[in-house]
């Protein structure tokens, strides 16, 4: 007959064994679970405009959020040496925060990237070109053929929502957003080109009538009235995606430099953004 007691740390130690067995299983299927579906890589600069730091950090740390639920890899760098086929060879997909590659290596490697059928996303400043300025129009493949849009041409003032038109109702980035959607705080700009005479270009969202006048001034022509303005768009010839999305207000009046607004503050703007991310690092072998 075994003594009760020695029954009882024979069964401890039988259940025991047993829950570290299912422990460990439950973790290794988690981790299958898990398993990332993708890696991207945001560049990013992130000095002098306070608006432009502000998001930067802002779209980090929500980036980072979001590949912890939905298992992709997220990394960010603000080193542009980065820019190079041996590092970019490690991602999916390739984010530009608010700045573009300015040496020739860097521009070469990226357009190499992306005519071998690497993926990008643009924010707001890293389109930006304007010709006599500290970021001229200096890289006609990424402005011109690439983007599409050319050079800045002007900007609404002071960042304010605008709502914005689907213009795209089946494409696989506007899935589930309704027609008209009330977009985050911004500062939008407008270009030089015309979109919509590029047969190559695809315009998703663009400012709705509804939003103007758009913009506060102070000077008039930072108060928009009326116009076609496009605010996202990809490019048929590459897995490309450009938003406007990517200037918070901040507190300039004030002189406290505080943010006060946040680019992630609509759940539709932030369901279109990954809508997009997901197709890009999921992409590969699929039609464009």
Do not use: C
Request: proline residues 4%; aromatic residues 16%; positive net charge.
């Amino acid at each position: 007959m075994i003594p009760i007691l020695a029954f009882n740390w024979k069964l401890k130690t039988i259940v025991g064994i047993l829950f570290i067995f299912l422990l460990t299983n439950t973790n290794a299927i988690n981790a299958q679970k898990k398993e990332s579906k993708f890696k991207v890589i945001a560049f990013y600069t992130a000095k002098e405009d306070p608006a432009h730091i502000s998001f930067v950090h802002e779209a980090n740390k929500w980036f980072s959020l979001q590949a912890e639920q939905l298992s992709f890899i997220y990394d960010s760098t603000n080193n542009w040496n980065n820019m190079n086929e041996t590092f970019l060879s490690k991602y999916q997909v390739v984010i530009f925060l608010d700045t573009r590659p300015d040496l020739l290596p860097q521009r070469f490697a990226f357009q190499k990237y992306m005519e071998s059928g690497g993926a990008w996303m643009g924010f707001h400043f890293s389109a930006f070109a304007l010709t006599q300025s500290d970021f001229n129009q200096n890289w006609n493949w990424y402005h011109e053929d690439f983007l599409g849009a050319g050079e800045y041409k002007g900007n609404t003032w002071r960042p304010t929502n605008a709502q914005l038109k689907v213009e795209q109702t089946n494409h696989p980035f506007t899935k589930n957003i309704p027609s008209v959607f009330m977009a985050a705080a911004n500062e939008w700009y407008s270009w030089k080109n015309d979109l919509r005479k590029n047969k190559h270009i695809v315009i998703l969202l663009s400012i709705d009538n509804r939003s103007f006048p758009l913009g506060t001034g102070p000077k008039p022509n930072e108060i928009w009235q009326y116009g076609d303005y496009p605010v996202a768009w990809t490019n048929i010839k590459y897995r490309m995606l450009y938003f406007n999305i990517g200037h918070n207000d901040m507190d300039y009046d004030g002189g406290t430099i505080q943010t006060l607004s946040s680019s992630f503050s609509s759940e539709l703007q932030n369901r279109f953004i990954l809508n997009s991310l997901l197709w890009l690092g999921e992409a590969r072998g699929k039609s464009k």
